[in-house]
Structure formats: structure tokens, C-alpha cells
């Protein structure tokens, strides 16, 4: 892909083997055996948003972290708006912007607004331009009803609102979401989606790679998808090639049939 802000190149990354007992006691250095992403390579072109998909365990989070700069990939490369994840991570950083339903890292005691203003002077962005751009997330996120409200009172789904919002608050050039509409509740994810489709991407050209197990929400966002399956990339295509591809009439009917593809093939001698 000519024009690509996210590119993987055989991208494979290995941890420990969990250990209990006795056993971790005598072992303190545990060998890399057990392989979470195996030989990955996909590009994602500037302006594209599109969706990872696989069951739990995939390595779609993994992929994510690594492109993140907060783990470090065994072998293979990853570079972020054409800087490699490794050797230009501080680069990288100021690239993107990165929300994974799990994660908070926020100061509790301090309000949303507060939290807003830290992390957008982290950004570099102060004054004039941290309020202006405070404002537009206020709106666009609905923000607004808690907006003067400690982070430690709110729900989950405020919580993880506010993490969107920290997010693209300094308007990144590639956006990384682990499931983004992950308790936010129908009509919230439903706005979220139509935000991220026509403002994030169609309007200001931001690259977004999304980790979703929603199909719904790929249908209606992802201009290509990568299925994994154990750490192995099976796919990578439009929604409609894969379609076209499996001869499927839907995009779940497509998945399923190239996920058993997968699966007999790792499975044949």
C-alpha cells in the first residue's frame, strides 16, 4: 500500500510460559514459549480505519500494545505514521493516541475537566488551545453532565467516555481503540460510531485501528479487516472482498468460514 500509516511486517511475539508452584520458584527465568502473534503483516492506509478481529486470545491486543510502543515485539517490525515502534517510539507516541477498555490511569480525586486539562498539557497543548479543544470533546463525547465531577464518582461507562476523550485530545494522526464501545450503552455506542466514521475519520483523515467483537460496529466503521486466529493473521480485506472471497452473504457467515479454513488448515500435517 502505497500511502500506509500503520505497517506490520511479520510481526511475531513470544512471553513466558505461566508457571505456578514449586516450579517458578526454581525457575526464575522462564524460556519465551508461548507465542502470541505468529509472523503478522497487514497495512492499514492513511485516512482507512479498520477492524482486528478474533476470539479471545487472538493477539489483537497484543498488536495494539505493540503498536503503542508499551511492549516491545521477539522479531518482525512496526512502524506508526513511517516511524518504526522501536527505534523511534518517543516519535511514535506523539502519533497516536491509544484507549483500551480496560485501562484508567486516572487521578480520581481530581475532576474530569481537571484530568482533561493534565493530560492535554502532557500533549502540549495549553491555554487557549487545551480549552478550545476541551469544548469540542465536551460535545462530541457528551461530557458535559459530569464534566465538574471527581473520576472516582463516576460510572464505567463515564469512565470510559473519558478515556475516548483523552485519547483524541490532541488530535492524533492514528488512533488505537481496544474495544471502544465496550459499556457504553446502545445509544451511546450507536453516537460514538457515527463520531468516530464521520468526524474522526471521514473529516479529518485520522487513521484508527480497532479491536471490536462487535460486528455491527466493523459493518459500519472498518474499511478493511484482519481476522486472527492464535496469533496467525487468516485474512485481510474489505468487508466486501471477504465476502466475495468465501462466497458468504454476510460478514459473520464470512468469518466463520474463514476461521475453519484456519483451523483445518493448522491442524493438517
Not at 495549553?126 to 469540542?136: G, I, K, N
Not at 479529518?204 to 467483537?213: E, I, K, M, N, R
Amino acid at each position: 500500500m502505497a500511502d500506509s500509516a500503520l505497517v506490520i511486517e511479520k510481526l511475531e511475539k513470544r512471553f513466558p510460559a505461566p508457571q505456578t508452584g514449586w516450579r517458578a520458584l526454581l525457575n526464575p527465568f522462564v524460556p519465551l514459549t508461548k507465542l502470541a502473534l505468529r509472523g503478522v503483516s497487514f497495512e492499514v492506509g492513511t485516512g482507512q480505519a479498520a477492524a482486528l478481529i478474533g476470539a479471545n486470545g487472538s493477539g489483537k491486543s497484543t498488536l495494539l500494545r505493540i503498536l503503542a510502543t508499551l511492549l516491545v515485539p521477539t522479531s518482525g517490525r512496526a512502524s506508526v505514521a513511517g516511524y518504526d515502534v522501536e527505534r523511534q517510539a518517543s516519535q511514535v507516541r506523539a502519533q497516536l493516541g491509544f484507549h483500551s477498555a480496560t485501562d484508567g490511569g486516572f487521578y480520581s480525586r481530581l475532576t474530569t475537566r481537571e484530568n482533561l486539562n493534565f493530560f492535554a498539557a502532557m500533549n502540549n497543548l495549553f491555554d487557549a488551545d487545551a480549552a478550545t479543544r476541551l469544548e469540542e470533546l465536551t460535545e462530541q463525547m457528551g461530557l458535559g453532565a459530569f464534566l465538574e465531577s471527581q473520576v472516582r464518582t463516576l460510572s464505567t461507562g463515564q469512565v470510559h467516555r473519558l478515556g475516548l476523550a483523552r485519547a483524541m485530545i490532541h488530535r492524533p494522526s492514528v488512533l488505537l481503540l481496544d474495544e471502544p464501545t465496550r459499556s457504553l450503552d446502545p445509544m451511546a455506542a450507536s453516537e460514538f460510531r457515527r463520531f468516530l466514521r464521520t468526524e474522526v475519520v471521514d473529516r479529518h483523515g485520522t487513521t484508527v485501528l480497532f479491536a471490536s467483537h462487535t460486528l455491527v460496529e466493523v459493518e459500519q466503521l472498518a474499511d478493511r479487516v484482519a481476522l486472527l486466529d492464535n496469533g496467525r493473521l487468516v485474512a485481510c480485506d474489505s468487508p466486501r472482498g471477504l465476502r466475495a472471497a468465501t462466497g458468504a452473504a454476510t460478514l459473520d457467515e464470512a468469518l466463520e468460514r474463514l476461521t475453519r479454513r484456519s483451523l483445518f488448515a493448522e491442524a493438517s500435517p
